[in-house]
């Protein structure tokens, strides 16, 4: 009796989105308008993938190497979309997310281990998601820092209250941001040539020029398989609709997959054009442009102030709807793997607190972001090594057990993820 007429609306959007998948199960829905009520999971935890980190680590790719580095931007992204449709498929065949099956058949010392590893990491993402927003509205209105953070806060928390409108109004908000990020990156591309021959040759051909590169390949490597979406993710995708019946399972396994496919597509495309623009506008006459700030002050004399504006608007828009997902990401985590709920506002204080004592200490904000998707490197091995393990049990999965190729490639992924973490600790280790 106390909900506005705007709410009421809004939790009509998600009962009536899930109806609408309701009929695509039951074949009431054809063509585009059955894909639709699908499009949510996938793209909710795509802004994982384009957030403020992908743009720190990328810039620093395409500025001090050129297009050397797209190889490692493409295999990120490949990677990515593999385990997020390997942890979408556990969603909808177990009905649970990532966090309660390990809670469930771990034993609970290894939970507690999985839940710090996931906690530093929910620090990590939202030093560079809160970071990114912040410098935005910093750059934008010319204010201190910490106010932009201030305001990156208030903002956050505004959009952290749809969720107690249902699941649809969250996911069209994200949706939103997605769509704004992805043309203000790609439109960005217009103002630089890009040469399709060493593009190409960046993609398919791996080099790491020196130790740097191998430190920016593993911040893009953390920067894209985020930890925390290969939680959320399984939680999303199990938790919109129960299937009836494994004819029904079988369809919404699918319809993951393409959702997965199309909307890290995107994602992939947009951190593509980050590099390419990078490389654009900083490589030949700029490679010391490494600072988000110092980018956005120089594309203005470049470029003009739309360039410079495209820039700012994609920041602040992957930073705040990114630093949403995290937090919804890190609230979940918690609570499927220990069954604590933490209040929001204390959730949003512990994750914060590690950009406020960057920002207090002086620090370099930009080289700690990237920092900070290097530390996301070492953790996204763990939630990698549960979903191969679960994905591949059969009392787990039964008949939508992962096997065969994409079995295999996987732990390939997983292989290569540690020995590329392993190759960056001997490489800079200090008494090396």
């Given at each position: 009796?106390?909900?506005?007429?705007?709410?009421?609306?809004?939790?009509?959007?998600?009962?009536?989105?899930?109806?609408?998948?309701?009929?695509?199960?039951?074949?009431?829905?054809?063509?585009?308008?059955?894909?639709?009520?699908?499009?949510?999971?996938?793209?909710?935890?795509?802004?994982?993938?384009?957030?403020?980190?992908?743009?720190?680590?990328?810039?620093?790719?395409?500025?001090?190497?050129?297009?050397?580095?797209?190889?490692?931007?493409?295999?990120?992204?490949?990677?990515?979309?593999?385990?997020?449709?390997?942890?979408?498929?556990?969603?909808?065949?177990?009905?649970?997310?990532?966090?309660?099956?390990?809670?469930?058949?771990?034993?609970?010392?290894?939970?507690?281990?999985?839940?710090?590893?996931?906690?530093?990491?929910?620090?990590?993402?939202?030093?560079?998601?809160?970071?990114?927003?912040?410098?935005?509205?910093s750059?934008?209105?010319?204010?201190?820092?910490?106010v932009g953070m201030?305001?990156?806060?208030?903002?956050?928390?505004?959009?952290?209250?749809?969720?107690?409108?249902?699941?649809?109004?969250?996911?069209?908000?994200?949706?939103?941001?997605?769509?704004?990020?992805?043309?203000?990156?790609?439109?960005?591309?217009?103002?630089?040539?890009?040469?399709?021959?060493?593009?190409?040759?960046?993609?398919?051909?791996?080099?790491?020029?020196?130790?740097?590169?191998?430190?920016?390949?593993?911040?893009?490597?953390?920067?894209?398989?985020?930890?925390?979406?290969?939680?959320?993710?399984?939680?999303?995708?199990?938790?919109?609709?129960?299937?009836?019946?494994?004819?029904?399972?079988?369809?919404?396994?699918?319809?993951?997959?393409?959702?997965?496919?199309?909307?890290?597509?995107?994602?992939?495309?947009?951190?593509?054009?980050?590099?390419?623009?990078a490389?654009?506008?900083?490589?030949s006459?700029?490679?010391?442009v490494?600072?988000?700030?110092?980018?956005?002050?120089?594309?203005?004399?470049?470029?003009?102030?739309?360039?410079?504006?495209?820039?700012?608007?994609?920041?602040?828009?992957?930073?705040?709807?990114?630093?949403?997902?995290?937090?919804?990401?890190?609230?979940?985590?918690?609570?499927?793997?220990?069954?604590?709920?933490?209040?929001?506002?204390?959730?949003?204080?512990?994750?914060?607190?590690?950009?406020?004592?960057?920002?207090?200490?002086?620090?370099?904000?930009?080289?700690?972001?990237?920092?900070?998707?290097?530390?996301?490197?070492?953790?996204?091995?763990?939630p990698?090594?549960?979903?191969?393990?679960?994905?591949?049990?059969?009392?787990?999965?039964?008949?939508?057990?992962?096997?065969?190729?994409?079995?295999?490639?996987?732990?390939?992924?997983?292989v290569?993820?540690?020995?590329?973490?392993?190759?960056?600790?001997?490489?800079?280790?200090?008494?090396?």
């Amino acid at each position: 009796m106390n909900d506005t007429p705007v709410s009421q609306r809004e939790r009509n959007w998600s009962a009536r989105t899930s109806m609408q998948l309701r009929e695509a199960l039951t074949g009431d829905r054809r063509g585009v308008r059955l894909l639709l009520p699908f499009a949510g999971p996938a793209v909710v935890v795509s802004v994982a993938y384009i957030d403020p980190g992908n743009l720190a680590t990328n810039l620093q790719a395409g500025a001090a190497y050129g297009y050397a580095l797209l190889w490692a931007v493409l295999f990120a992204n490949c990677a990515a979309m593999l385990f997020q449709a390997v942890s979408a498929r556990v969603g909808v065949a177990t009905g649970m997310s990532l966090g309660k099956l390990c809670a469930l058949r771990l034993p609970r010392p290894v939970v507690w281990a999985i839940w710090g590893v996931s906690e530093i990491a929910a620090m990590a993402t939202d030093l560079a998601e809160f970071l990114g927003g912040a410098i935005g509205f910093s750059l934008l209105a010319r204010i201190p820092l910490l106010v932009g953070m201030t305001i990156t806060a208030a903002l956050t928390w505004a959009l952290l209250s749809l969720q107690r409108r249902g699941y649809r109004p969250i996911e069209l908000a994200i949706g939103a941001f997605v769509g704004l990020i992805a043309v203000a990156y790609i439109a960005q591309l217009a103002f630089v040539t890009v040469p399709w021959g060493p593009v190409l040759h960046g993609m398919f051909v791996p080099t790491v020029p020196d130790g740097g590169a191998l430190l920016v390949c593993a911040g893009i490597v953390g920067a894209t398989i985020m930890p925390h979406a290969l939680f959320l993710h399984s939680g999303l995708s199990g938790g919109r609709i129960k299937p009836r019946n494994e004819q029904e399972r079988a369809q919404l396994v699918r319809y993951a997959n393409a959702e997965t496919i199309i909307a890290l597509t995107v994602a992939g495309l947009v951190n593509m054009g980050m590099v390419i623009m990078a490389c654009g506008a900083f490589h030949s006459g700029h490679r010391e442009v490494t600072e988000i700030g110092t980018a956005y002050r120089t594309l203005t004399p470049l470029f003009g102030s739309m360039a410079a504006g495209l820039f700012l608007t994609a920041l602040m828009a992957s930073g705040l709807s990114s630093s949403v997902v995290g937090t919804m990401a890190g609230q979940m985590i918690m609570q499927d793997l220990l069954g604590v709920s933490l209040p929001l506002w204390l959730r949003r204080l512990v994750t914060m607190a590690p950009s406020f004592v960057v920002v207090a200490c002086g620090l370099g904000v930009t080289r700690s972001l990237v920092l900070s998707q290097v530390v996301l490197s070492f953790a996204v091995p763990v939630p990698m090594l549960a979903l191969i393990g679960f994905a591949s049990t059969r009392d787990v999965m039964g008949e939508h057990r992962l096997g065969g190729a994409l079995l295999i490639l996987a732990i390939v992924i997983f292989v290569a993820v540690v020995a590329m973490n392993a190759m960056l600790l001997v490489r800079t280790w200090p008494f090396s």
